[in-house]
């Protein structure tokens, strides 16, 4: 069964750092875009983050630009969020999420509905 696992989260301070780790259950996952949502508690889900299956291009939302920073390592199966500058608007469950329907693209992906596979999610608490 496919799988997407998320980990790395935890407290951090304002203005601290922290890394997010997604392990995917296979090397399928390679060639597909992956990305990074958060939910925050009464929020909608939105989006954080993509990349394409090359790491060539990526996404971020205007308000992570300049402060995370999403990677792959598709020998290890594995995506990353580099967060830094953390702020307490930061805080929320941070999801994996794969797209399964278009291999080796490279445009974006910014809606939840493009995406197929979900993790179980990870929490992020920025204290002020």
């Known amino acids: 069964q496919v799988q997407l696992v998320e980990s790395g989260g935890g407290l951090v301070q304002t203005g601290g750092s922290l890394r997010l780790s997604c392990a995917a259950s296979d090397r399928s996952f390679s060639i597909y875009t992956m990305a990074w949502f958060r939910q925050a508690p009464g929020k909608e889900r939105e989006f954080v983050a993509a990349?394409?299956?090359?790491?060539?291009?990526?996404y971020y939302a205007d308000s992570v630009k300049d402060r995370f920073t999403i990677s792959r390592n598709n020998i290890k199966n594995t995506v990353y969020l580099q967060m830094n500058y953390l702020k307490p608007e930061d805080t929320a469950v941070y999801y994996c999420?794969?797209?399964?329907?278009?291999?080796?693209?490279?445009?974006?992906?910014?809606?939840?509905?493009?995406?197929?596979?979900w993790g179980q999610g990870t929490q992020v608490t920025v204290s002020s």
């Open positions: 990349i394409s299956w090359s790491g060539d291009s990526t």
């Open positions: 999420a794969a797209d399964r329907s278009r291999p080796y693209y490279s445009g974006s992906t910014l809606r939840s509905h493009e995406y197929h596979y």
